[in-house]
């Protein structure tokens, strides 16, 4: 058997691994080895045991969470054991590159234009690498992210719901003495009317940004320089060193996932639309994706017309619950000022701030503690406005 991988970013790469070390022949193919992928880099520490991944990568380890309320009010989330860290994109697919390469996957740099099925059955990709190429092989991983060329060529619609903007600026001490080792959250409808900006520090550099839906991209640009002006810090006046803007696929939101496989192409990560939503978390999902869809090949190589259905059967198992309760949780939280000045209120009450970084962070939760968590973030936000006042029954 041969698998095919197109896009080299988080998932391509571990699946890419995963498959090799499985003893699996394995071609990845990477349009841009040297590039970065617009991110923030948070990624939990967890996943870099999970995944094997040499903590030589991480740039900062985070010790607090700050939320921001639309009126300024703020709530910290104590991260004592440092379960977020910042990456910088570059550096790290680079590593999960190299990591695939020692496996044994063959990892190639070009740029797929054109991904079809074979009726032999088979599956083939042509690559433009200066001169074109097809490559033919059994399964077809789409690692390819948000715009996936191979989920275009088959024809199938790309998941898009969100996206997102972003500037990187030095991280000079005055900015290093407030988010050295501080991630900040910033709920306000003038920031985002859906989501959140953010606030995410690396070794030497600064990253702002800001997401919303794919109907309001536009003002995408107004809503970061909002954030910026209420951040204050002289934020607004600091040379940019880069500006991106990239989709964000957040997961669907009260509706049914689309098919994560069509015949033997498996669509994985940003390709899938695997965005965690409330949290934006894509990069372990992305991982977890490719590791899931490794396995379901490995598993199921003597009967191959199996392996789309193994495939979304354990991402059903693993993760469909998750997805459920954080969708239900952006969709309230994150509709309306009056809310978001409530969902900070409740983070200074004793025992949410636990709650919530489990939900963002802990990717073990089982079903019942997933609900029991959510029941108890809406039940205290129902007293809380019972009461009156955003900081009604505060610590
Ligand atoms: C502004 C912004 C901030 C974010 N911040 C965070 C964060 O802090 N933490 C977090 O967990 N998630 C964050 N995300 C989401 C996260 O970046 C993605 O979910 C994650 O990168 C998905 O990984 P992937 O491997 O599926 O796709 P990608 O990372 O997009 O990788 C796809 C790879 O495929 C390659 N490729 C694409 N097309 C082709 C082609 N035609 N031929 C060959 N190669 C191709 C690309 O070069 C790339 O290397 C953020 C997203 C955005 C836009």
Known sequence: MRVL???????????????????????????????????????SLAAFGEFGIPS??????????????????????ALDDSILVMVRRQVFDSMLREMARAAGAEILHGNVTRAWVDPSPGVRVTTDGGRTTEIGGD?????????????????????RTCFGIQEWMELSPPLAARWGERCEFHFRAD??????????????????????????????????????????????????????????????????????????VLFLGDAAGLVMPTS????????????????????????????????????????????????RLQAFFYRDDGR?????????????????????????LSARTLLSYSRRLFTVLKEARSQGGGGAGVR
């Not at 199996?306 to 954080?326: H, L, S, T």
């Not at 978001?340 to 073990?364: F, Y």
Request: aromatic share 6%; net charge positive.
């Open 340 to 364: 978001r000045e409530k969902l900070v209120a409740i983070h200074r009450m004793k025992g949410i701030p636990e709650i919530s970084r489990s939900l963002w962070l802990d990717h073990d």
């Open 56 to 77: 030589s990568v991480i740039e900062r380890s985070i010790r607090t969470l700050t939320l921001v309320s639309p009126r300024g009010a703020r709530a910290d989330i």
């Open 5 to 43: 991988i197109v896009g080299g970013g988080p998932a391509g790469a571990i699946a890419a691994r995963d498959l090799a070390l499985a003893g699996i022949e394995t071609t990845l193919v990477e349009r841009a080895p040297q590039g970065a992928k617009p991110c923030g880099g948070g990624v």
């Open 280 to 327: 934006g978390e894509g990069i372990y999902y992305a991982m977890k994706s490719g590791e899931i869809a490794a396995r379901a090949i490995r598993d199921n190589s003597a009967r191959p017309g199996r392996i789309g259905g193994a495939y979304a059967a354990e991402w059903k198992r693993a993760f469909d619950r998750r997805y459920a309760v954080m969708g």
């Open 191 to 264: 920031v985002s009317p859906d989501f959140y900006g953010w606030v995410f520090p690396k070794r030497e550099t600064l990253t702002i940004g800001t997401g919303t839906a794919l109907s309001r991209a536009r003002s995408l640009p107004r809503l970061l320089s909002t954030l910026k002006r209420s951040i204050g810090s002289d934020l607004a006046d600091r040379p940019i060193l880069r500006r991106e803007v990239f989709p964000i696929p957040i997961g669907p939101i009260g509706m049914a996932r689309p098919s994560m496989y069509a015949g033997p």
């Open 139 to 159: 399964i077809l991983l789409a690692a390819d992210g948000a715009n996936s060329v191979v989920a275009r060529s088959l024809g199938r619609a790309v998941e």
